[in-house]
């Protein structure tokens, strides 16, 4: 087996994404699409910062004519503003290291999460590829979704910008991208400066639609066979909706992979482990406990972030896993702190603005702020703006079988899966495909909470409401963990509305690692490279870790040599069997069907039955005795008389027999090989036959 | 090796289906029905011979429930709280959900209705379930370390599944009922080829070929749409579930095209409710449905309106949906007594009415007095109209399914006696394979497949991953002997491909079973090879 480790993704939305090669297929898990990357890109530019644009882009250009070769020059352009960002219709950033692989060569795709397939039409749309994707019905369903919406938020851009005049934009130019600032150049082109072939205008609508149909969906733990050799099975993760790990079965051993995992969930299916155990190799591709210490304190007013308590948790407590009321309750808490803070600035006159596109802090925040508003008696109206919105909304009240078990037991007693069904119906939430349809006009109203995409803060409705109300002191902004805040608003500065950061738990946690990977009993293990740094995962441990990075090929070795057959007993019982009696060794030459099914050989009866040759070719082994031999030829009435051969090493012959009556022939015996030489085929094969009965034969 | 059937119930009749099977030292019982045709000990299945001494923890491995109808999960509440079952039960996502609605609808008319001593309360009903796991289409579940279990789509009414069983080597699927045709509201039945011991399924069409379901619809709506113009009363019959939507979407559909106005009831909260149920369940109906959530769900009835008691004797025509079907008591029984009596007025009956209820005493004489019970009669005027589509699988679909499966052995329950018998008969003749028609409490045994296990070696699975064609001509002489009655099939060219003859097993006392190649085998026995060529000059 090998595995390469092809991005570690950054978060929730750019999940990581590797190659495996497993008993000979090749496996691509994740085709994600880095969407962090859009902060590059300006907003649509209104036409006062269109005008500015124009003029600052002269003055660069003329900065950097007269700086060749002036390093302090260029230490000053360097400094990062509104204008120096992209001006132009954003192109996309792919999985750099995807492109080293022929597409047409992979076998099969698993997509374990709908932020996962983001990236896939850019795959399925080239020429050749032909692999088999796999994708939980639920993160199909919410991946398409997410796709569409992408690509009606980017019309915008096309729009405004005109259609493209080539293949190739002008900022992708490498005298524009050295004049960038540093921070947009590390973007772009990644901490190396190699991501340059990454980059890609976005698919089409119909490209999406292709790809959609190209896709098997799953349910959990349902069995999918690629090949008859590879038995892929999906397991909630409790991530998101649909999202999963992932078991594959063959005859040479099994893996498990484990993407970004969650115990508890408010609306997904929790993550389920104990599907996972007892693998020969685990790869463990949960990044999230690893990015958690390190960015969390970048917003400048609140910060709630999760406090790390790195104290390891005994096995023991391993069976409470998806019960953790210690994670639950600290959740309880965000959710408080950001409903209250919500309700003093809607207090104070302000609007609350909430571009976060995590579908499970969404619906937690819709059910959580819809009931503070309800207790502090405050009618402001709650809009969800998005293209998708509608479809969302009915979507997740029809999959309860994606859903914990607290929304399931809703289901069993007939109550609506999700509060919004019933606040859609009691009008205390609007939702609106876009931020210039007439309902939304003529229903508007201020202040007011707002639900809208996107968290990049580049395209969709979050824009203009930002730019509406960023010089507000009384609004607030709820973004979810955004890795650089001060790029993000940049386009919007001067900023004075409120900004509050909140960061869910998500992801294994540091602490359970050790204790998961004890319960779950793998073989080996595959972990990040960071993990090492930050557990002792060696020490008193069952199995061996292998550490990977990005970009490197690990080898695994398979444990088994050999496969097994299993043999059906009807079979069995035609069998012709031999013993060799010193050993006693009982042989027998096999006959049958050999199939591969659901990663398993099979011999089975054959159904016409035929009399097949195979017991014509026999293998002989030993040698003749040559008295036997004669013994044998004089009862069926054969005689000769028997030529010795000349005992010097370099003759092959041992001795030949010659026969006169009833007819002539010889039989000569060799050390490797017996040759009966005669004028009539009659006469050969039944002297032939006398020679096999002498001989022991297989 | 060998499968154990005790049939506890649905054999060679339709009611109380309930079937015991002992796999390789598992045993699952599907379902657990009750008959809707007895009111004495006979309802439920002869539990005792499931374990003498009535210890059912250990005596059953899980319960499997096929769908929420009443003769399939009746008497599950009784079981497990009256019995004292508390082990594994598994059903659907929507079985788990509309089954307590079933058992609790039962539970009223048996107790409120007729008086009767119930035979198991409400809370139990909600205990009973507390023990179900639900499961999801074609999800593997691992019942416990031998037996794995996987529900497959079935048709017949929303979330009914066929269910698939492996214990070891042995598979078999039981069915429980479904349908193969699609319809208004429902996919048809879909499963995966599969490599069984034993098929267990429903017959309860086994002689009926069915045409078009879309002729015998319009039939339906005729007779609806020509009663109510003429200010007739149309009471529809039905159980809560089911049929009620199925009806209601194609009557939905029908009023919209044609612009009719005249009001369309539900009887009582329950279908109201039901209908609830069944738009969060959307996904699990058929591909045009399901495709309508977003917009508009299917389920939202725009003409439906609640039916109060008061609203029997109101004049003017309306279309009613009341339960329970087969009119076998409760409202639809009272709401009979009242509007039977005009000729006006039209009553719909399904394909299939258990007898001793009114309805199959109406299906077997349709005009003149009908006895309600020994001091009632009721002189019946009205006209009635048979259902001519059902949510069961024809004859041909029963057929289709043992063809496409093609599995060892065929048990049929859940049909007439006389009917089974000619199907028992077909299959046996059209596809040569074993069949059975047990009656009630009789057991059939049947050997199940084993595997012997086997390590192979790489170099002969190698082997046999390339091919190794041997051409063998046939001489004229050699069609000319042979005894094939039709000599043209026999191919002058015969291509032979023998990669698995170059496989040897080697069992060697005190070692697991080895297979390898016979280039391999000289190295092991430490033997030369010796080769004997003939030939003549």
Redesign the interface.
């Known amino acids: 087996m090998k595995f390469t480790c092809l991005s570690k993704g950054r978060g929730f939305h750019f999940p990581p994404c590797h190659m495996l090669n497993f008993c000979g297929i090749r496996i691509l898990l994740d085709c994600p699409l880095d969407l962090s990357a859009l902060l590059a890109f300006s907003p649509i530019p209104t036409s006062l910062d269109c005008l500015s644009v124009v003029e600052s882009f002269n003055t660069e250009a003329n900065g950097f004519d007269s700086g060749v070769g002036f390093g302090k020059r260029q230490k000053i352009e360097k400094l990062l503003h509104a204008q120096s960002l992209l001006f132009a219709e954003p192109w996309y950033k792919t999985v750099n290291n995807l492109h080293l692989w022929n597409s047409s060569f992979i076998d099969v795709v698993l997509i374990s999460s709908p932020m996962g397939i983001m990236g896939l039409p850019f795959l399925t749309r080239i020429k050749g590829f032909s692999a088999k994707i796999y994708v939980t019905e639920a993160s199909a369903r919410l991946g398409q979704l997410m796709m569409e919406d992408l690509i009606s938020m980017h019309v915008e851009f096309r729009h405004f910008y005109g259609p493209e005049e080539s293949n190739f934009p002008s900022w992708l130019r490498q005298e524009e991208l050295e004049i960038l600032p540093s921070e947009l150049r590390e973007i772009i082109l990644g901490k190396d400066g190699l991501e340059w072939g990454g980059w890609m205008p976005l698919y089409s609508a119909a490209d999406v639609k292709d790809c959609m149909l190209k896709i098997n969906t799953?349910?959990?733990?349902?069995?999918a066979c690629y090949n008859g050799t590879l038995v892929i099975?999906a397991f909630s993760s409790g991530m998101e909706i649909g999202s999963c790990n992932w078991v594959l079965n063959s005859p040479k051993g099994d893996i498990a992979y484990v993407s970004g995992s969650s115990f508890i969930s408010a609306h997904a299916m929790p993550f389920d482990y104990c599907s996972l155990q007892g693998t020969c190799a685990l790869i463990y591709s949960d990044f999230f406990s690893l990015g958690d210490t390190q960015d969390s304190s970048d917003a400048d007013n609140y910060s709630v972030s999760a406090a790390d308590k790195l104290q390891p948790m005994s096995s023991q407590d391993l069976a409470g896993f998806n019960h953790n009321s210690v994670e639950n309750s600290e959740e309880k808490e965000k959710l408080d702190f950001i409903c209250s803070n919500t309700i003093n600035y809607i207090q104070k006159g302000g609007s609350v603005l909430i571009p976060i596109d995590r579908l499970g802090t969404v619906l937690l925040l819709l059910e959580e702020m819809t009931a503070s508003l309800e207790a502090s008696d405050l009618k402001v109206p709650v809009y969800i703006i998005s293209s998708m919105a509608?479809?969302l909304l009915?979507?997740l009240?029809?999959?309860?079988?994606w859903l914990c078990k607290q929304r399931?037991e809703k289901?069993?007693a007939?109550e609506?899966?999700f509060a919004h069904v019933n606040l859609l119906k009691e009008k205390k939430i609007h939702v609106v495909p876009a931020i210039h349809s007439h309902e939304l006009l003529t229903n508007w109203q201020e202040p007011c909470i707002v639900f809208c995409p996107h968290w990049s803060m580049r395209m969709g409705p979050v824009v203009h409401l930002l730019r509406q109300w960023c010089g507000n002191p009384n609004s607030l902004l709820i973004l979810e963990d955004v890795l650089n805040l001060e790029l993000a608003l940049l386009p919007f500065q001067p900023v004075a509305m409120k900004v509050l950061q909140c960061l869910f738990p998500s992801g294994i946690g540091l602490q359970t690692v050790q204790p998961l990977l004890k319960l779950l009993r793998p073989k080996t293990v595959l972990c990040p490279e960071e993990l090492r740094l930050q557990t002792n995962l060696s020490s008193e441990n069952s199995f061996s870790v292998l550490y990977y990075t990005e970009a490197e090929t690990l080898k695994v070795p398979y444990r088994k040599?050999?496969?097994?057959?299993?043999?059906?007993?009807?079979l069995?019982s035609h069998?012709y069997w031999k013993t060799?009696k010193k050993?006693?060794?009982?042989?027998?030459?096999?006959?049958?069907?050999?199939l591969m099914?659901n990663g398993r050989?099979?011999?089975l009866l054959e159904n016409d039955n035929k009399n097949?040759?195979?017991n014509k070719?026999l293998?002989?082994?030993?040698?003749?005795d040559s008295e036997k031999l004669m013994a044998a030829l004089s009862k069926m009435g054969i005689s000769g008389n028997i030529e010795h051969g000349m005992s010097d090493a370099k003759s092959q012959t041992a001795c030949t027999i010659h026969i006169h009556d009833p007819y002539k022939a010889s039989i000569e015996i060799g050390?490797?090989?017996?040759?009966?030489?005669?004028?009539?085929?009659n006469v050969?094969?039944s002297?032939?036959k006398i020679?096999?009965n002498i001989?022991?034969a297989? | 090796m060998a499968i154990e059937t005790l049939v506890l119930g649905a054999g060679q009749e339709v009611g109380k289906s309930c079937v015991l099977v002992t796999i390789n030292g598992k045993r699952i019982m599907f379902d657990c029905g009750m008959h809707m045709g007895f009111l004495d000990h006979r309802r439920y299945p002869d539990f005792t011979l499931v374990d003498p001494n009535q210890d059912f923890n250990s005596a059953i491995t899980c319960i499997i429930i096929t769908h929420f109808h009443l003769d399939h999960v009746g008497a599950l509440a009784y079981f497990t709280e009256v019995c004292g079952y508390s082990g594994p039960i598994y059903m659907t996502y929507p079985t788990k959900a509309l089954a307590p609605l079933m058992l609790e609808d039962y539970r009223k008319v048996m107790v409120d209705r007729r008086g009767e001593e119930e035979l198991f309360s409400s809370n139990q009903i909600a205990e009973c379930m507390k023990k179900v796991t639900a499961v999801d289409l074609r999800q593997t579940v691992q019942v416990d370390e031998d037996l794995q279990i996987r529900a497959y789509y079935a048709g017949h009414v929303i979330g009914a599944a066929m269910f698939y069983a492996k214990v070891g080597d042995a598979e078999m699927v039981y069915t429980g009922d479904y349908n193969m045709t699609p319809d208004r509201h429902l996919g048809a039945a879909q499963i995966d080829r599969l490599r069984l011991d034993l098929l267990i399924t429903e017959s309860t069409y086994a002689t009926t070929i069915r045409d078009s379901r879309y002729a015998r619809e319009r039939e339906f709506l005729k007779a609806v749409h020509k009663c109510v113009s003429c200010g007739g009363k149309v009471l529809i019959p039905t159980f809560a579930l089911g049929r009620a939507q199925e009806l209601c979407i194609l009557l939905e559909d029908y009023w919209e095209r044609m612009n009719l106005k005249v009001p369309i009831y539900f009887s009582a909260g329950l279908t109201i409710q039901a209908n609830a149920y069944y738009k969060m369940l959307i996904s699990w109906t058929s591909q045009k449905i399901k495709d309508t959530y977003s917009k508009h769900n299917a389920f939202d009835f725009k003409n439906v309106q609640k039916f109060e008691k008061s609203m029997i004797d109101a004049p003017g025509p309306c279309v009613l949906f009341a339960t329970p079907g087969m009119i076998s008591g409760g409202f639809s029984l009272e709401v009979f007594k009242h509007w039977a009596v005009s000729e006006n007025n039209l009553v719909t009956l399904p394909g299939y009415c258990v007898a001793g209820t009114i309805g199959h005493k109406l299906m077997s004489d349709k005009r003149g007095k009908v006895d309600l019970d020994a001091n009632t009669r009721i002189d019946v005027r009205c006209q009635v109209h048979q259902l001519a589509f059902s949510p069961h699988t024809d004859s041909k679909g029963i057929m289709d399914l043992v063809n496409f499966l093609a599995p060892k052995h065929v048990i049929l329950v859940h049909g007439e006696k006389h009917k089974m018998a000619s199907l028992k008969e077909k299959i046996h003749s059209e596809f040569g394979i074993q069949c059975y028609d047990p009656a009630n409490n009789e057991t059939i045994c049947i050997p199940s497949t084993h595997y012997v296990n086997a390590e192979a070696s790489d170099t002969f699975i190698r082997s046999c991953l390339s091919p190794n064609f041997t051409f063998q001509k046939c001489n004229s002489a050699d069609i000319y002997n042979s005894t094939t009655p039709d000599k043209n099939l026999m191919p002058m060219l015969q291509v032979e491909d023998e990669r698995v003859s170059e496989g040897v097993l080697v069992v060697e006392k005190g070692k697991k079973a080895k297979i390898v190649h016979q280039d391999e085998l000289l190295l092991m026995l430490e033997e030369q090879k010796h080769d004997t060529l003939s030939g003549t000059f």
Do not use: R
């Open positions: 799953l349910n959990y733990a349902e069995e099975k509608e479809e009915a979507l009240n029809i999959i309860p079988e399931q289901l069993f007939g609506q899966l040599h050999s496969s097994e057959i299993k043999i059906a007993t009807d069995a069998f060799f050993e006693e060794i009982n042989i027998t030459k096999l006959k049958g069907e050999l099914e050989h099979h011999l097949s040759s195979s070719s293998e002989h082994l030993g040698l003749p050390t490797t090989g017996t040759i009966i030489t005669t004028a009539d085929e050969a094969s002297i032939y020679i096999d001989l022991k297989v």
